[in-house]
Structures are given as structure tokens and as C-alpha cells.
């Protein structure tokens, strides 16, 4: 049974940084390409970035610069750190899986984190 628990989320002041974390199990690592997507209150859901068995990332326009996405194998944990935060990137913050080839289209989710940015 593949499952994505993401923690690290909170309230951190505009130009903070926080760092999610998402620990994974019941699958092999590397098998999926890992992304973070985001969903803000009244928003559709939306991918923020993504990383794949080759370790190659892709980033939404919006936090490309920013944020940066990594992993540890060995953990079998996949990071997302945020700096420089701005109010617009209050959210919650799910873990996701995908197939190779589709990272923004996930099979699994985490529950989600929720991070809230105070101007």
C-alpha cells in the first residue's frame, strides 16, 4: 500500500522559508516521478514542482527560483524548500506520485500540509 505523509508546514512571515518534507512507503523509490502540488482556498489545485527517477525538475513559473524540490533515495523522502514566501503561496501542500512521463498527473496523494504566509 503506497503512502505519502508530508510534514513541516506552518505560519512563517512573508520573506520566510520553510522546508516540507514527504516520507513514502509501500512502493520502490525512484519506481514514480515525486511533485508537489498546492491548492489555495477558492483555487483549483495546481502543480508547484515536480522530480523525476533521473533526478531531472520541472517548476511552475511561480516559485521557479525559490523553491527547490529534492530527494533522499535512502530516506525514501522527497523535500520541497521554500524561501523568499509571499502571501500568494498560502496553500496547502500535498505529496504526489505519478507515472515516469506524467509527473503532474498523479496516481497517489499525500494529506496534505497546510503553509500560511503573513504579510
Known amino acids: 500500500q503506497v503512502r505519502l505523509v508530508e510534514s513541516g508546514g506552518g505560519s512563517v512571515q512573508s520573506g520566510g522559508s520553510v522546508r516540507l518534507s514527504c516520507l513514502t512507503s509501500?512502493?520502490?523509490?525512484?519506481?514514480?516521478?515525486m511533485a508537489w502540488f498546492r491548492q489555495a482556498p477558492g483555487k483549483e489545485r495546481e502543480g508547484v514542482a515536480a522530480?523525476?527517477?533521473?533526478?531531472?525538475?520541472t517548476y511552475a513559473d511561480s516559485v521557479a527560483g525559490r523553491f527547490t524540490i529534492s530527494q533522499d533515495a535512502a530516506k525514501k523522502t522527497l523535500y520541497l524548500q521554500m524561501n523568499r514566501l509571499m502571501p500568494e503561496d498560502t496553500a496547502m501542500y500535498y505529496c504526489?506520485?505519478?507515472?515516469?512521463?506524467?509527473?503532474?498527473?498523479?496516481?497517489?496523494w499525500g494529506q496534505g500540509s497546510q503553509v500560511t504566509v503573513s504579510s
Open positions: 509501500g512502493y520502490t523509490y525512484g519506481d514514480y516521478c
Open positions: 522530480i523525476d527517477g533521473d533526478g531531472s525538475t
Open positions: 504526489a506520485a505519478a507515472p515516469e512521463g506524467a509527473c503532474y498527473a498523479p496516481t497517489y
